[in-house]
């Protein structure tokens, strides 16, 4: 059974550690601060003695007698940050809201809430990091087969080709270049200027640089938005948004494909980028809320247990029922 909060896996060894880390958790609650709308502010964390505590948008402490610290306080959870952890941690990636609660004492919070300028650091730092490593990202992924996901988009679709299809977050244009030899007539959206070249060059389509938090979308436009391993970069306070304004640009009756890494209904930045993970019950929510209709989803990649599958994919109809939006 799919469970919102997936358990993590806190090694027995490391019990000591953490009764020890409880305490300085307590401490650091007190020292944390809050956001004008009451919520705990993310990143509160301890640090490798020394190192500088500055943090856009964070508060953060050193703690000169402690080895590098990696648990960070976020809204409704705590996690331990993998980038941070010593070798030995790495395995324990996050911490069970009732399990930081036991040993951190605090109240469960909301996914985080961020400001204007957090959000555009947020987008510019992922962004750049695609842009940085858009030719190793093209040789990694050019070969990636997501034909289930393409089948399990296109045959929601209704009409016969060429169809109006977006494909939202194309990076270097792989799966572009499939639907237009599918005989449809996409459209390429992206946020990094050498994915948006090479997307052009590969298919041959048309492509915009956009953000996807200042998207401008044409209204009533496309059949169908195909949005792969893209939508868990919004942060969690912006989906709804974006997701409307996807839905605006759907043609009644479009539909809505998205893939993104499930986790525990938290968000975290690896390196420079930023990603929320949610659950199978928030997702569809935030779904359902923002006017659309469940037409299917699954786990991948295929055949795998459910904890060897941490893509969920999900296919959506743009709703047109007068008790939602639509
Ligand atoms: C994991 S890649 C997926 C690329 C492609 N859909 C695929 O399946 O290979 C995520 C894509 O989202 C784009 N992206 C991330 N944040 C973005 C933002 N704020 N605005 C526009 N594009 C963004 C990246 O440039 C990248 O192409």
């Not at 289930?148 to 977006?166: I, S, W």
């Amino acid at each position: 059974m799919e469970n919102s909060r997936p358990a993590i896996q806190i090694h027995h060894k490391h019990c000591d550690e953490l009764a020890f880390r409880q305490r300085r958790a307590a401490s650091l609650k007190r020292n944390s601060t809050r956001t004008a709308s009451g919520c705990r502010r993310t990143l509160d964390y301890w640090r490798p003695a020394g190192k500088a505590n500055a943090e856009e948008g964070s508060s953060s402490r050193t703690q000169t007698a402690l080895e590098p610290c990696f648990v960070a306080f976020q809204p409704k959870t705590a996690i331990m940050l993998e980038d941070q952890a010593p070798a030995q941690w790495r395995g324990c990636r996050h911490v069970r809201p009732e399990e930081a609660l036991h040993w951190a004492a605090m109240p469960p919070l909301p996914l985080c809430t961020l400001t204007a300028r957090e959000l555009h650091h947020i987008s510019s730092s992922t962004i750049g990091h695609y842009e940085q490593s858009a030719a190793a990202f093209w040789q990694g992924t050019k070969d990636h087969d997501v034909s289930q996901n393409v089948e399990a988009f296109l045959r929601h679709v209704r009409g016969a080709p060429p169809l109006a299809l977006l494909d939202l977050g194309c990076g270097p244009g792989r799966d572009l270049a499939a639907f237009r030899a599918r005989g449809h007539e996409p459209v390429g959206l992206d946020g990094a200027a050498s994915f948006v070249a090479m997307a052009r060059a590969h298919s041959g389509c048309e492509v915009w640089q956009q953000d996807l938090l200042r998207l401008d979308l044409p209204p009533r436009r496309f059949h169908g938005i195909f949005a792969n391993a893209v939508l868990f970069h919004v942060p969690s306070q912006e989906l709804p948004r974006v997701l409307g304004e996807l839905r605006d640009a759907l043609l009644t009756g479009g539909v809505l494909f998205a893939s993104n890494p499930r986790g525990p209904d938290l968000e975290q930045w690896h390196g420079a980028r930023y990603g929320t993970y949610l659950s199978w019950p928030r997702w569809r929510d935030s779904m359902t809320e923002s006017g659309f209709e469940e037409l299917e989803h699954y786990y991948r990649p295929e055949g795998r247990p459910r904890s060897e599958q941490p893509w969920l994919a999900s296919v959506w109809r743009k709703r047109t029922s007068p008790d939602g939006p639509g």
